[in-house]
Every structure is written in C-alpha cells, then in structure tokens.
C-alpha cells in the first residue's frame, strides 16, 4: 500500500523500551515456538499412531538432549503465553490498566510462568524421566 | 423509500466489519485452552519415556481422547487465528498476504485432522 503524502506515525525506534514492550513482543514469540510445539506435538501423535516402532523413535528423540531442550523451551513458553494470555483477558474486561498495576502485573505473569515452569520439570524428573 | 431499518444499514460498516468473529474466535479459544493447557501437561509429564503399551493405556480411555481431541481442535484454532494477525501485520504485499493466509489457514486444519485421526486410530486401536 502506498503511503503517499499522508503523515505517518512515529516509528517503534523513537520510543524508549519499557518492559510492557518487553512483555507484549514476548507474547507474540512464544506464540510462535508454540506453533513449532504444535508441529512436534503433530509428528509424535502421528508417530504413535503409525506402530511401535515409529512411537519409539520419537520418544528418543523427545528424550535426547535436542528433545529435551526444545520441550523446555515449549513448556516455558506455554507457562508465559498463557499467564500473560489471562493478563490479556482481565484487560479485556476494562482491568489491571493502570500504570502500576500494568508493572505488578508484569511481575506476576513473569514470576508465576517460571514458577510453573519450574514446577513441571521437577515433577518431569521426579516421574524418572527425563 | 429505503426499508431498511437503521440497524440493518449500520451492520459490518464500523470500523471492526467482520473483524468481531475472529476477535470473539480468539477470546473463547484462550479461555479454553487454560484448563486443556494444564490438562495436557499433566498428561504429558505422566507419559515421558513411556513404552507403547503404556501410550495405548492412556490414549485407550474415553476421557483423554475426548481431552485430546478438543486440545487439537482449540489449539490449531487459536494458532491460526494468531498466525493470521502476525501476517496481517507484517505481510503487506496483498497477494503474498492472501496466499500466506490460505497456506495457514489450510495447514493448521491439516494438522489438526493429523492428530485427530492419530488419536482416533490409538483409541479405537486401528
């Protein structure tokens, strides 16, 4: 679309980064890892599906140290897209707008994410997994 | 004389159009995917390193593959409806923009059937 002579609005560089920005970029991210989760979550339901041996496989692969750290990456940014996901959905009811509950907020969301992450691992490791 | 009421002639004229659906799409599919993201992660914790038997045990009961199941569905849902504003977004060459969109919107039903399917055939053992 051509811009034309119509004003435009200043670009995202003339503003100071603030960890609202942080945050809203993140939610976007980790959208996108978990649609790359979407794909392993596919292959490997696909796989159990095919027979035992396929199955296998892709449990190996789950379990090697690739396997492992993409599902540490995809269970950290499940734990993040969803609690800053319920962030959006209070917004959506006209809440949590003001500045200083937008910055205790962001703390929430970021430490209860962690949190859950956290948690899961260690009851991944505590099932002997891993 | 124009018959129509005010109402009728207001309708999909606002700024918003047929934006509502997709909005209203992405709300509810949210809401549901907080109880079915927990849902799967405690399945899936409990099936790390599992062995094939261990896999048609749990895919075998009616209750996690209908889990399962509307997991797939409201997770493609939602990833194609979010995929679809990044491209909105980003993609501003009107025909790559489109086909972008079809190429999405098609590979997240494709998906979403994959694992369907992959489910039904664990839990139905065909």
């Known amino acids: 679309m051509k811009a034309g002579n119509r004003p435009l609005s200043p670009h995202l560089e003339a503003y100071r980064m603030l960890p609202n920005m942080v945050l809203s970029i993140t939610h976007r991210f980790t959208g996108v890892g978990l649609g790359v989760g979407a794909l392993f979550l596919t292959y490997w339901l696909t796989a159990a599906a095919y027979g035992p041996e396929a199955f296998a496989r892709a449990q190996s692969l789950m379990g090697s140290w690739f396997g492992i750290l993409c599902l540490l990456g995809f269970s950290g940014c499940l734990f993040y897209h969803l609690c800053n996901g319920v962030r959006h959905l209070i917004w959506d009811t006209g809440r949590l707008l003001s500045k200083e509950e937008l910055k205790f907020s962001a703390f929430v969301t970021v430490g209860a994410a962690g949190a859950l992450t956290l948690i899961t691992w260690i009851a991944g490791f505590a099932m002997g997994g891993g | ?126």
């Open chain 2, 1 to 126: 004389m124009d018959m129509r009421s005010h109402l009728g002639r207001a309708r999909g004229l606002g700024s918003a159009k047929e934006g509502y659906d997709h909005w209203w799409g992405q709300r509810l599919t949210s809401i549901a995917m907080v109880p079915l993201s927990f849902w799967f992660v405690y399945s899936m914790v409990g099936l790390i390193g599992a062995d094939y038997e261990t896999l048609l045990a749990w895919a075998g009961t009616h209750g996690n593959a209908l889990m399962m199941v509307l997991f797939v569905m409201t997770l493609f849902h939602h990833l194609n409806a979010g995929v679809q504003v990044i491209i909105e977004d980003y993609v501003h060459t009107e025909w790559l923009k489109i086909a972008s969109l079809i190429v999405v919107k098609y590979g997240c039903i494709a998906l979403a059937l994959s694992c369907i399917i992959a489910v039904l055939r664990l839990a139905f053992g065909g």
